[in-house]
T-cell receptor
Framework: RKEVEQDPGPFNVPEGATVAFNCTYS??????FFWYRQDCRKEPKLLMS???SGNEDGRFTAQLNRASQYISLLIRDSKLSDSATYLC????????????FGTGTRLQVTL | DTEVTQTPKHLVMGMTNKKSLKCEQH?????MYWYKQKAKKPPELMFV???????INESVPSRFSPECPNSSLLNLHLHALQPEDSALYLC????????????FGPGTRLTVL
């Protein structure tokens, strides 16, 4: 079983739609959680950290369920510029900032 | 300045060549990382340097040799690579090796012929 699993997509949605991505992780020692965004042929960029209480940044909302070992990202009012691959990332406590990346979910927002 | 720079952007090399990838950051970060990313795959950690000392080597073949000359620079020396080593090589840095947020450079796209 992969340490971090995501639906690879692609998710094709029209502009203005709401889209949700899910991610599960297998190691219960995972302590920190993130969503990164990666555009085609570019480097990953931190989109947002994910906190136990859930957190929101503009159109983006992230949720964490430790009991189910499940992370989600909700994007509201999708823009064309949101088209990218979204990587779910976890860090295990005690390991020197060793991030484990999911395979990513590809989002394509269309007119 | 929240930027990690990498040179070159693209590199084509033969299997007998020796080349080096360079990474630089001036954010005062004391942890630096090399990742390898194949097409349609997530980044995979190769090495972690913490305070200029090698902290993690993820069982990377010896044809990849990292070097951290100072706190701002990280090199990856390449020798006798194989075509399957062709990938995007990403450098990242973080404040310390235990800080969560890593900042990635744009990467070097390597092709081994």
């Amino acid at each position: 079983r992969k340490e971090v699993e995501q639906d690879p997509g692609p998710f094709n949605v029209p502009e203005g739609a709401t889209v949700a991505f899910n991610c599960t992780y297998s190691n219960s020692a995972s302590q920190s959680f993130f969503w990164y965004r990666q555009d085609c042929r570019k480097e990953p960029k931190l989109l947002m950290s994910v906190y136990s209480s859930g957190n929101e940044d503009g159109r983006f909302t992230a949720q964490l369920n430790r009991a189910s070992q499940y992370i989600s990202l909700l994007i509201r009012d999708s823009k064309l510029s949101d088209s990218a691959t979204y990587l779910c990332v976890v860090k295990i406590t005690g390991t020197a900032s060793k991030l484990t990346f999911g395979t990513g979910t590809r989002l394509q927002v269309t007119l | 300045d929240t930027e990690v720079t990498q040179t070159p952007k693209h590199l084509v090399m033969g299997m007998t060549n020796k080349k080096s990838l360079k990474c630089e950051q001036h954010m005062g970060h004391r942890a630096m990382y090399w990742y390898k990313q194949k097409a349609k795959k997530p980044p995979e950690l190769m090495f972690v340097y913490s305070y200029e000392k090698l902290s993690i080597n993820e069982s990377v073949p010896s044809r990849f040799s990292p070097e951290c000359p100072n706190s701002s620079l990280l090199n990856l020396h390449l020798h006798a690579l194989q075509p399957e080593d062709s990938a995007l090589y990403l450098c990242a840095s973080s404040l310390t090796a235990f800080t969560d947020t890593q900042y990635f450079g744009p990467g070097t796209r390597l092709t081994v012929l």
